[in-house]
């Protein structure tokens, strides 16, 4: 395991840098959604002229809020698990980018397929294998704020996909595997995240999402940023093993989350927590040490 990186003597223009992160069960509490613990490493980053990245399964409608209160407005978004990328103005690109004509000025990339194909397929399935699922979009607005501790207008919002099609799973191993083979001739795939089962395009994923944003860096920048990425989830694995330094966060749940990966560290606590013990040890063991 290599020594962690000191932030205190780091030259930005030397060596630019890049943090993509998870959100629910990562930088933001699994049940409260709070980010407390975390608010003093993003103010540092912040300061330090590192982006932050939110990596989520979250909706576009749901971070335009979320990115107000973290302070990450001026930095890209990735939403609904890699299918939706949100680019603000400092990360267009003059030729290739049309001016954004989303709040906030951000320019949107569809990285998958409509939502109206996915949940057209899925539904086609569960009838034809008589499969037992419920799908976010069929749920009333009651049901998926029990599911997801959310309130009315958050959950609407959780409910504006546009990529992507959260689904509870009922079934068994066998019938599960047969979804997949089954959205597989689809040009469709389903990834497991911390609390529902998500359908998408075969080519939309955290992992590949990342991968456009650290080109899209090293496009605009002239250098490609040094990684850090944080998540406690299967729905994770890609992006975790798509960047230079890892961070599995201690998840909420028993799902095993093990990328394969060189420089990956585990961390004793869970949420916020968590985040701020996994950026201190791969990039803040001296400049904690600084501010303590």
Known sequence: MPHPVSLAAWDPALEPRLVL?????SLLDHDSYNAAPALPWLARL??????????????????GE???????TATPFVAENGAVIGLPPGWCHPRLDRPGDARDGVVIKHMGVDVAF??????????????????????????????????????????????????VWRGGDAELEALHQALEGDGLQCTQGGRFWHAMGRHADKGRAVTWLIQRFAGLRGQVPRALALGDGP??????????????????????????????????????????????????????????
């Open 21 to 25: 992160t998870d959100l629910d069960g």
């Open 118 to 167: 996915i949940r057209a397929r899925l539904d086609i399935w569960r009838q034809r294998l008589g499969l037992d699922f419920t799908r976010m979009g069929e749920m009333s607005l009651a049901d998926v704020m029990a599911l997801t501790g959310l309130d009315e207008r958050r959950a609407r919002e959780a409910q504006q996909r546009e990529g992507s099609e959260p689904f």
């Open 66 to 72: 979320l990115r107000r209160a973290l302070n990450l």
């Open 235 to 292: 729905n994770d694995l890609s992006m975790l093993e798509a960047v230079d330094h890892a961070v599995v966060i201690k998840g909420r749940h028993d799902l095993v989350v093990r990328p394969a990966h060189t420089h990956v560290y585990y961390t004793d606590a869970s949420g916020p927590e968590g985040w701020a013990e996994g950026v201190t040890h791969w990039w803040g063991a001296r400049e904690e040490a600084l501010h303590e």
């Open 46 to 63: 912040k300061a330090l002229g590192i982006p932050v990245v939110p990596v989520t399964s979250k909706t576009r409608a749901e971070l």
